[in-house]
């Protein structure tokens, strides 16, 4: 248990749909971070917040959008769903000392 | 954002054979992460390397970082079915993740 809590651990939708994904990050941890990953693909990195500030941009679509709010925790919202957005996301937090700790990830399918 | 090759893709190795992947980037880098996913669960952190010519050894598995710090090895001695997974190396800020390398291990 790397004390990272993500909800909902599954989620079926339709094209065109919006969701919200959840992640708690550990104790203590300001860092969270976004990943995206598809069928056989690797981590595709979203986005970083620190302490309630977006800290660091990647791939992330402008259909999708994060916060992270003052109790630390995040969201990340997916919205105009499409087909290709189906894929397993992960949340993970970071102490000061850089590592990252992955949450057991949100599976999205989009029908 | 920087980018960085991880190989090989895939590999298979039978089992009690040695496994090595690699993580090679055009840049110099500040540190390199190493992480390990087993097939339906979530990547786990297995170590930081943050000097050059720096190895770290972890029972079985020894982590190198280059001389010149711009990559990084991860080896398995004698490959057991618990080392099944996707390996991968992770650098900079956002941590920018390798595509991994898939080790399948036949008994």
Redesign the interface.
């Known amino acids: 248990d790397?004390g990272v809590t993500q909800t909902p651990k599954h989620l079926i939708t339709a094209t065109g749909q919006r969701v919200t994904l959840r992640c708690s990050p550990r104790s203590g941890d300001l860092s969270v971070?976004w990943?995206q990953q598809s069928l056989d693909?690797?981590?595709q990195?979203l986005i970083?917040y620190y302490n309630g500030e977006e800290?660091?941009?990647?791939n992330i679509l402008e259909r999708f959008s994060a916060q992270q709010f003052p109790d630390l925790h995040s969201e990340l919202n997916l919205s105009s769903l499409e087909l290709g957005d189906s894929a397993l996301y992960?949340c993970?937090s970071s102490p000061n000392?850089?590592?990252?700790?992955?949450?057991?990830?949100s599976r999205l399918t989009v029908l | 954002g920087q980018q960085v090759m991880q190989i090989p893709q895939y590999q298979h190795v039978q089992e009690g054979e040695d496994f090595t992947t690699y993580c090679n980037s055009s840049t110099t880098l500040s540190n390199i992460q190493w992480y390990k996913q087993r097939p339906g669960g979530h990547p786990v952190f297995l170590i930081q390397l943050v000097k050059s010519g720096e190895v770290k050894k972890q029972k079985r598995l020894t982590f190198q970082f280059g001389e010149a710090k711009k990559n990084s090895s991860l080896h398995i001695t004698a490959t057991q079915t618990t080392d099944v997974g996707t390996y991968f190396c992770a650098v900079s800020v956002g941590l920018t993740f390798g595509k991994g390398t898939h080790l399948i291990i036949q008994p």
């Open positions: 790397s971070y990943y693909q690797g981590l990195f970083q800290r660091a941009k990647g992960f993970a000392t850089g590592e990252l700790f992955f949450g057991e990830g």
